[in-house]
């Protein structure tokens, strides 16, 4: 046990004699944090929208200034032809273009249906389909504003029977913002470039410096040297998390619904995956930058590719989905979103608990047995 000490007491010496090292892995998250809570937004609250009215009576102009005072639209100009809408589009100046034809207004008097035609920019297809959404409520608001003024001009009154009326609640995330869907996974990010990469870069700077090789002929054991290098990024990655979930909480005003003590515990059980990881990298690696690169492109991106952190899993090819079950960070963003949202509980998120223990219980085994290998 002293000697596992000394180990730890070590590695907090190194880390705190280095403050390069001490900013990126307790500085950078923070920053990180604070940089994507405001960056990663997928709400659409500024359509840029163009008009061409070829109408130009009242009822074009009142459809206009529904888009307009909706909020949603911000008019940006009222083109007088197609060249200049295709323009403003392909120069990126409009999201939309709404053209309103000639004879809107007869048609609507005649009782006709009356087509708008809706431009819109797909190369951003998230964008596009928000946006559509919207077009067609406003659109659709539009026409119960006309059928009910035109009976209300005859003197009727219309009760319509048996019709249906969606009163919509929204649980967990009442402003649909995209933010508070987001901030609570950074806490697994967080914790996979802290403990991934720092535990290879410890590992490996051993390795190059030649004070591994030393260890080697010295009575300590293999388990002791593991234990030595990855409590102390354990210790490390838990004071992350505490930083993060901070500002999270402080400075963005999202608090968290569900219990403090389960979401250390589980990123406690996280952490058994990717210490072990930092771990397995440092066994291929020979250099630092090696170490680095390995860390980046085969362990932290595919990561937030596979895990829904980024893409939704169930937009994914079926073979990709079931890859994504090997992934731990899967798991933990389920976890932590449930208990941050939703307020979950620990019989609520057993299964993914037990899934990302068993995951990282056997990386930590097959990686703790390929470095003593290595050593050996």
Do not use: C, H
Not at 286 to 301: D, H, K, P, Y
């Amino acid at each position: 046990m002293k000697t596992i000490k000394d180990f730890m007491k070590k590695e907090f010496l190194q880390f705190i004699r280095d403050p390069k090292m001490f900013g990126i892995v307790l500085i950078a998250p923070i920053i990180q944090l604070v940089f994507l809570g405001y960056a990663a937004n997928r709400d659409l609250n500024e359509i840029r929208t163009v008009i061409l009215d070829r109408d130009m009576t009242q009822s074009s102009r009142a459809l206009a200034e529904k888009f307009s005072g909706s909020g949603y639209f911000t008019v940006t100009g009222y083109p007088g032809n197609y060249e200049e809408v295709e323009r403003l589009i392909d120069d990126g100046g409009a999201l939309i273009a709404i053209v309103i034809p000639s004879g809107f207004e007869s048609d609507l008097r005649l009782a006709k249906t009356a087509n708008v035609q809706v431009i819109f920019d797909g190369s951003d297809g998230n964008k596009a389909s928000v946006a559509a959404g919207y077009v067609m409520s406003i659109a659709s608001a539009y026409s119960k504003d006309i059928f009910t003024e035109r009976i209300e001009r005859k003197g009727l009154k219309v009760n319509p029977a048996g019709s249906i009326e969606a009163v919509t609640r929204v649980w967990y995330n009442p402003n649909l913002t995209t933010r508070e869907f987001m901030l609570p996974s950074i806490v697994g990010l967080v914790l996979i470039i802290i403990t991934v990469t720092m535990t290879s870069l410890a590992v490996v700077k051993e390795r190059e410096i030649g004070t591994l090789e030393q260890l080697l002929v010295t009575p300590v054991k293999p388990y002791q040297i593991i234990l030595g290098k990855l409590l102390p990024f354990m210790i490390v990655g838990f004071v992350a998390v505490i930083l993060v979930l901070s500002v999270m909480i402080f400075w963005f005003g999202i608090e968290v619904k569900g219990s403090m003590v389960l979401l250390l515990f589980s990123s406690l059980i996280f952490m058994l995956s990717t210490l072990g990881l930092g771990l397995f990298v440092s066994t291929i690696s020979r250099t630092q930058q090696q170490a680095m690169v390995t860390s980046a492109f085969l362990v932290i991106m595919p990561m937030i590719f596979l895990s829904g952190f980024a893409f939704p899993i169930e937009n994914m090819p079926p073979a990709i989905q079931y890859v994504t079950y090997i992934i731990p960070l899967r798991y933990f963003i389920v976890i932590i979103r449930g208990i941050v949202l939703k307020g979950l509980m620990i019989q609520d998120l057993w299964q993914e608990l037990s899934a990302m223990f068993a995951i990282g219980a056997v990386i930590l085994l097959l990686s703790s047995l390929r470095f003593r290998k290595s050593m050996e």
